[in-house]
Structures are given as structure tokens and as C-alpha cells.
């Protein structure tokens, strides 16, 4: 079992900038897949950022050039850097991560949601 721990969100002002942190338990796991996903008020959860252990990266359109997701291995965090806030981006984030357990199992794991809300 993978536990998943989000922070960073908040209020910030349009064009402002918010880091969010996704911390997964420490166990014998490996994270073949890291995303992170919102979901605003009366709309379908949708996928943000997404970025896989050999390296390929993808973004919705809408934050390409203004997200930026990475991990810290030492760490075991995933990061969603958010630059140029718009209020189109407030919304309820999850992290969420695809992994491989010691069985050889995969599963995936979400984080509770935390709430980033721009305005002025």
C-alpha cells in the first residue's frame, strides 16, 4: 500500500505561481507513472500533467509552458510547478501515481485533492 500526501495549494492573485507536493509513504514500490489531474466545480476530472519513469512527458494544452511536473527521487515527492496562474485554473488537484509493488503487482494511488484557487 502506497499513501499519498498533496500540500501547496491555496488563493493566489492571477499570473501568480503555486507549488504543489505529492509525498508517497516509503515502501518497496517503483513509480512507473506520475500525474497529477484537477477537477473544477461541475466538470470532469481531467489529466494536467503526466510524466513516466522512462522520461516522456505530456501536458494539456492548456498549462503547456506554465506546469511543470518533476520528482525527487531522495525524496520519493512529486511536484507540479504552476506559473502564470489564470483563474481557468482553479480547481481541486490530485497527484496520483502508477506503481509497481515488490509482487509485481501495479496499482495506482491518489492523493486527497488539495484546492488552488486564483483570483484577484
Known amino acids: 500500500q502506497v499513501q499519498l500526501v498533496e500540500s501547496g495549494g491555496g488563493l493566489v492573485q492571477p499570473g501568480g505561481s503555486l507549488r504543489l507536493s505529492c509525498a508517497a509513504s516509503?515502501?518497496?514500490?517503483?513509480?512507473?507513472?506520475m500525474s497529477w489531474y484537477r477537477q473544477a466545480p461541475g466538470k470532469q476530472r481531467e489529466l494536467v500533467a503526466v510524466k513516466f519513469s522512462g522520461g516522456n512527458t505530456n501536458y494539456a494544452d492548456s498549462v503547456k509552458g506554465r506546469f511543470t511536473i518533476s520528482k525527487d527521487n531522495a525524496k520519493d515527492t512529486v511536484y507540479l510547478q504552476m506559473n502564470s496562474l489564470k483563474p481557468e485554473d482553479t480547481a481541486v488537484y490530485y497527484c496520483?501515481?502508477?506503481?509497481?509493488?515488490?509482487?509485481?503487482?501495479?496499482?495506482?494511488?491518489w492523493g486527497q485533492g488539495t484546492q488552488v484557487t486564483v483570483s484577484p
Open positions: 516509503r515502501g518497496i514500490y517503483t513509480i512507473y507513472r
Open positions: 496520483s501515481l502508477g506503481v509497481v509493488l515488490a509482487s509485481g503487482q501495479t496499482n495506482d494511488y
